[in-house]
Nanobody, 126 residues
Framework: QVQVIESGGGLVQAGGSLRLSCAASGLTFSAYAMGWFRQAPGKEREFVATISREGAATDYADAAKGRFTISRANAKNTARLQMNSLTPQDTAVYYC???????????????????WGQGTQVPVSS
């Protein structure tokens, strides 16, 4: 049984930082690209960042570039999203997801991700 579990969410002030973690089990973690998505109240889920299965390739949404950093530790079956300079516009539920992938492959398409976590809330106050 595959499980993807996010942690690290919580209330943060504008300008602050937060690090989200994602722990995956029940799959061969190093065979999956990992992604972070978010869904703000009243909006559709959107792509935030992705990292290839060996960690060599990454991609970010324009809103995340320069502020967010995605990383992974295959030995620990974990992925992380470091978020800096947060603004109220970053308020959302953040989801971690896993996509079966070839080496160096990354994807921003939610439909490519087979396994999803339940999400962690990140409210950013002004």
């Amino acid at each position: 049984q595959v499980q993807v579990i996010e942690s690290g969410g919580g209330l943060v002030q504008a300008g602050g930082s937060l690090r989200l973690s994602c722990a995956a089990s029940g799959l061969t973690f190093s065979a999956y690209a990992m992604g972070w998505f978010r869904q703000a109240p009243g909006k559709e889920r959107e792509f935030v960042a992705t990292i290839s299965r060996e960690g060599a390739a990454t991609d970010y949404a324009d809103a995340a570039k320069g502020r967010f950093t995605i990383s992974r530790a295959n030995a620990k079956n974990t992925a992380r999203l470091q978020m800096n300079s947060l603004t109220p516009q970053d308020t959302a539920v953040y989801y971690c997801a896993a996509a079966g992938a070839r080496p160096y492959q990354i994807t921003a398409r939610a439909s490519d991700y087979a396994y999803w976590g339940q999400g962690t809330q990140v409210p950013v106050s002004s």
